[in-house]
């Protein structure tokens, strides 16, 4: 019999935030997939906030956000991770990302509009990596 899968990733809204949280499984492949080493070395993936934040946790086991543009040390912010928290799911944006198509960093509108649009996790992952990079580019 084949192992059945209890733990999955969990999304929704919970009070004013979307939260995107990752399995422990997950997580792990986030980390490597976002590059966060580069970026954050040590830190890891727990998840997303509101879609333009990760939740991380740190070396020293405490949890932090950061922009998924720039991920970077200047940006962390301690967070209070929700305990056991109860989703309040959204089927018409469940499994998407919302993505400024110019990030925000780069002088991209933060308002709904034009630069706005939804996109898979996959996809996330790669802008994210391509602007982060594109960030250290232009910052060294």
């Given at each position: 019999?084949?192992?059945?899968?209890?733990?999955?990733?969990?999304?929704?809204?919970?009070?004013?935030?979307?939260?995107?949280?990752?399995?422990?499984?997950?997580?792990?492949?986030?980390t490597q997939r976002y590059a966060i080493e580069t970026g954050l070395p040590g830190y890891s993936i727990i998840g997303l906030?509101?879609?333009?934040?990760?939740?991380?946790?740190?070396?020293?086991?405490?949890?932090?956000?950061?922009?998924?543009?720039?991920?970077?040390?200047?940006?962390?912010?301690?967070?209070?991770?929700?305990?056991?928290?109860?989703?309040?799911?959204?089927?018409?944006?469940?499994?998407?990302?919302?993505?400024?198509?110019?990030?925000?960093?780069?002088?991209?509108?933060?308002?709904?509009?034009?630069?706005?649009?939804?996109?898979?996790?996959?996809?996330?992952?790669?802008?994210?990596?391509w602007w982060n990079n594109k960030y250290r580019e232009i910052s060294s």
């Open positions: 019999m084949g192992r059945v899968i209890t733990d999955i990733m969990k999304e929704g809204w919970i009070g004013e935030d979307y939260l995107i949280l990752f399995t422990p499984e997950e997580a792990v492949l986030a906030r509101g879609w333009d934040d990760f939740i991380l946790r740190g070396p020293d086991g405490q949890v932090y956000t950061a922009p998924t543009v720039p991920h970077v040390a200047e940006y962390l912010a301690p967070y209070d991770l929700p305990v056991d928290p109860v989703f309040q799911t959204d089927r018409r944006v469940s499994g998407k990302i919302k993505w400024h198509v110019q990030p925000i960093v780069f002088g991209g509108d933060p308002n709904q509009g034009p630069n706005l649009t939804w996109v898979s996790h996959e996809q996330h992952a790669e802008l994210v990596v």
